[in-house]
């Protein structure tokens, strides 16, 4: 439950811990053997100038089971059970009415069975479970595609992105929703070797610049490092029998490739990306069509 959030503007920490129950300061243990009253949770800090509290609660709505009253995908007990914890009068009302909307949605044939709890106190969880999905990223992948959650997400949470396949070609499609790969040497991009940056086919965010690009030989386009780090996210993907590091576009979400630890510069880093993802804008280009803040890239020597 700690990723979702952590990928949210606005948020300043995320943590799990244990609450709703009677036994202080309870540990792992202690709350899996149902015996004191409490649940998995976490507890979300945010600015809610920038994310409002109703932005939390769809999102949690799309994390979770909400008709499993006997716990969560593969993970069963009362301590799994989801559950809203109010912190006053204003958050209680935009929960009970985001339940209401969750369940006048149709989106569920079973009853929603969520409930929703004045806060009590929180028990912040041993260190070994805070960012659990950072630091066992592997196992928390393979934990999230057997439980059944990322099936259950997708089937209840489709996707709407019809409205692309008007906007790109099949190839593009097919490499940023359906995480695709194209043929390699067979792509627009991966010989290019003009001055300019590389943007999101989708959004238009800023992704990739010449400046960072190589010949690796691979038959696709290479960079040492995006733009900013900030405009890409990474998440194990073991797909194919395969354990790799996925690369997306924060702001659309698109599939862009993976990375590698086998490229030259500091970190020896090599970005590999589809160039269905991306759109070129040569560097005469950038001013007009309103990229010209970036052209600083190149005056850096």
Known sequence: MVSPFDEMDGIIEVVSGYTGGHKENPTYKE????????????????????????????????????????????????SYRTAIFYQNDQQKSAALASKKEIEQSGRFSKTIVTEIVPAGKFYRAEQYHQNFYKKHAFRYELYR??????????????????????????????????????????????DNEREGIYVDIVSGEPLFSSRDKYDSSCGWPSFTK???????????????????????????DSHLGHVFPDGPGPKGLRYCINS????????????????????LLFAIK
């Open 31 to 78: 709350v899996c053997s149902e015996t004191t009253g409490h649940y998995e949770a976490v507890e979300i800090t945010f600015d809610a100038k920038i994310v409002p509290y109703e932005e939390l609660l769809h999102l949690y709505w799309q994390q979770i089971d909400p008709t499993d009253e006997g716990g969560q995908f593969s993970d069963r007990g009362k």
């Open 145 to 190: 595609r057997g439980s059944g959650r990322d099936s259950f997400l997708k089937e209840h949470w489709p996707k709407d992105n019809s409205h692309l396949k008007e906007k790109l070609t099949d190839m593009q499609f097919f490499v940023t929703q359906e995480n695709g790969t194209e043929p390699p040497f067979e792509n627009q991009y991966y």
């Open 226 to 252: 995006p733009i900013m780090s900030a405009s890409v996210k990474e998440k194990v993907d073991v797909r194919h029998r395969m354990t790799r590091t996925e690369v997306r576009s924060r702001e659309a």
């Open 276 to 295: 269905a993802a991306l759109r070129f804008i040569p560097r005469d280009d950038m001013e007009k069509q309103g990229y010209g803040d970036l052209l």
